[in-house]
């Protein structure tokens, strides 16, 4: 069993920055890629950004491209997510979820959510 905790949203303005931290136990012998989601009001769940197991590999929506980063990796047991230039469609409820590294990067497959942060940016 994995256990996510996600830390850090909070209000902000536009164009401001904020980082989001999630961390995760898990079994020793078991490892995953971690990944971001966010679900604003009103929408779907949707994919913000993925890292492997090792964080060297990452992933990112078209969306989030260029103005998130996400790092850290199962050896740090976080994982984050920068965001730069932040802008009012980025509010949302963020969530960390995990899945076994056996599946591939882009998988959308998890198995394992945090509970969420939210980040509401204004104006």
Not at 21 to 50: I, L
Not at 68 to 83: P, R, W
Request: glycine letters at 10%.
């Amino acid at each position: 069993q994995v256990q996510l905790a996600e830390s850090g949203g909070r209000l902000v303005q536009a164009g401001d920055s904020l980082r989001l931290t999630c961390t995760f136990s898990g079994r020793p012998s078991s490892t995953y890629h971690m990944g971001w989601f966010r679900q604003a009001p009103g929408k779907e769940r949707e994919f913000v950004a993925a890292i492997s197991w090792t964080g060297n590999v990452d992933h990112y929506a078209d969306s989030v491209k260029g103005r998130f980063t996400i790092s850290g990796g199962n050896a740090e047991k976080a994982v984050y997510l920068q965001m730069n230039g932040l802008q009012p469609e980025d509010t949302a409820v963020y969530y960390c979820a995990a899945k076994r590294s056996t599946k591939t990067l882009v998988s959308t497959e998890y198995d394992y959510w945090g509970q969420g942060t939210q980040v509401t940016v204004s104006l």
